[in-house]
């Protein structure tokens, strides 16, 4: 039967499964144990079990049988490693890039891109500041965007009525005046280029499926 790159990641999973089942038979297999209840530990009823308490674990495997089977997969998993590794260098997929061009990558520049490269775009892309919206606009050009904030402060204002009364009011103490050389670019423009990171990392994924359709390099 043919095994393809895909098959040989999946089937090293199972291996890793399969060790851990095999360490852990191979930790129980040193010993068979019997626990009971017993009155007395001398004379002649020394050791005698008390009825109904006595319970027999014996040990499914052996040590050397855990070891046998350890060392097999161990093996086993080494074969596919250095499969996979020769595989990768050959198995290759097409990919649009960026920039619109078709690019015939190998796996492990497939991976670096989508692994390492994509999430550093992406960040590089959302930290794009973007122009502030609903704003007073003072000045307007392609590079730049002047707008004003005007936040007014509130002061109390104590006077007395015709009838003596103590009357509170808030007035305008001053007015903070907040200017801005916005060079932030439009939302819009910063979501499509986002979008874009987002569109060639499916097609990164995409042409790794594909070339894990690669069948695997014999050793043999």
């Known amino acids: ?7 040989a990641f999946t089937r090293r999973k199972q291996i890793q499964s399969e060790l851990e ?16 209840e017993t009155k007395k530990i001398d004379g002649d009823k020394a050791f005698e079990p008390v009825p109904g308490t006595r319970t027999e674990y014996k040990r499914n495997y052996s040590i ?11 093996e086993e ?3 596919l490693a250095i499969q996979i590794s020769l595989t990768n260098q050959k198995a290759k997929a097409q990919v649009i890039d960026l920039e619109g061009k078709e690019v015939t990558l190998t796996i492990p520049e497939l991976l670096v891109l989508k692994n390492d490269i994509v999430p550093k ?3 590089a892309a959302t930290s ?18 002047k707008w004003r904030n005007v936040t007014p402060y509130y002061k ?4 007395l009525s015709d009838k003596g009364h103590k009357i509170e009011e808030k007035i305008i103490d001053y007015y903070l005046v907040e200017e801005f050389d ?4 439009p939302e819009r423009q910063v979501f499509d280029e986002i979008d874009k990171i987002h569109a060639w990392q499916h097609r990164l994924k995409e042409a790794i499926n594909q070339a894990n359709k690669t069948e695997l390099i014999s050793l043999e």
């Open 121 to 123: 775009l992406e960040r």
């Open 128 to 145: 794009i500041p973007k122009l502030s919206k609903g704003v007073e606009v003072l000045e307007e050009s392609d590079q730049i965007v």
């Open 182 to 185: 916005d060079f932030g670019r």
């Open 21 to 36: 089942n095999w360490y852990n038979r191979l930790a129980i297999a040193g010993k068979n144990t019997v626990k009971y």
């Open 64 to 74: 050397d049988e855990c070891q046998k089977k350890i060392q097999g997969l161990i």
């Open 156 to 159: 109390t204002k104590q006077s």
């Open 77 to 79: 998993d080494k074969k």
């Open 1 to 7: 039967m043919v095994m393809t790159l895909g098959d």
